[in-house]
């Protein structure tokens, strides 16, 4: 079966402090990959996504994720973090195999906090 | 444009209470629907899906149920509640059709905790 497994469950860094969050999934044919962002007190909303094309992809917010077909990765990634990137994060995968359903199957989340 | 809709935005329940959780959707036709529980620590767990009026998926086998009686209404029940049903409860939608590749829009969610 499919799974997501983020391995970082709490990050803490100081402002200005480059970001990365590990992403990896076990689905070994062709997928779709999604970061979602949940800010406190607002609905989980989407961040960035990868269909196909470039494996760099650029999100809102100064965020980037880069499609590793061989490590099974989408790490996400920015170079300097504001207090207000404070938020859970999520990765998402959909095998193209699940068609018309748009099943997603998410991570465990991350949670960053930004010290000021 | 399309919103989505979820209510109560919480809810506390006794033990082998009954549960009714309601999601909408405005702005959109024959959405696909979703229906996830978010637990501390453990990401989102999808509990069912809904590609058209009274076709239910079931993700994982558990208390719950969930019924699509109009197009762009999807309700989460339950007959008796049990203490792990407690929870974050997530609705929502993606566009029909396009299959993989569409993203999916999240409702504010309902905080249930069973007492």
């Known amino acids: 079966a499919q799974s997501v497994s983020q391995h970082n469950h709490h990050v803490i860094l100081s402002e200005a402090a480059s970001l990365e969050l590990g992403c990896n999934y076990s689905?070994?044919?062709?997928?779709?990959l999604f970061w979602y962002v949940q800010y406190p007190g607002q609905h989980l909303q989407l961040l960035l996504k990868?269909?196909?094309?470039?494996?760099l992809v650029k999100g809102i917010k100064g965020f980037e994720a880069e499609f590793i077909k061989s490590k099974f990765s989408f790490n996400l990634r920015k170079p300097s973090v504001q207090w207000s990137d404070t938020a859970e994060y999520f990765c998402?995968?959909?095998?193209?195999?699940?068609?018309?359903?748009?099943?997603?199957?998410f991570g465990q989340g991350t949670t960053l906090q930004v010290k000021p | 444009s399309q919103t989505i809709h979820q209510w109560p935005a919480t809810l506390v329940q006794p033990v082998g209470s009954p549960l009714s959780l309601e999601c909408t959707v405005e702005?959109?036709?024959?959405?696909?629907l979703y229906w996830y529980r978010q637990a501390a620590g453990r990401g989102l767990q999808l509990l069912f899906y809904?590609?058209?009026?009274g076709q239910i998926s079931s993700e994982v086998p558990q208390n719950l149920s969930a019924s699509r009686p109009q197009d762009r209404q999807f309700i989460l029940s339950s007959k008796k509640l049990l203490l792990s049903d407690s929870g974050f409860y997530l609705c929502?939608?993606?566009?029909w059709g396009g299959g993989a590749q569409e993203t999916q829009y999240f409702g504010p969610g309902t905080r249930l905790l069973v007492l």
């Open positions: 929502a939608w993606s566009a």
């Open positions: 702005g959109t036709s024959n959405p696909n």
């Open positions: 809904s590609v058209g009026i």
């Open positions: 689905y070994g044919g062709t997928v779709n």
């Open positions: 990868y269909f196909s094309g470039d494996p």
């Open positions: 998402a995968v959909n095998a193209a195999f699940l068609r018309n359903t748009g099943k997603l199957i």
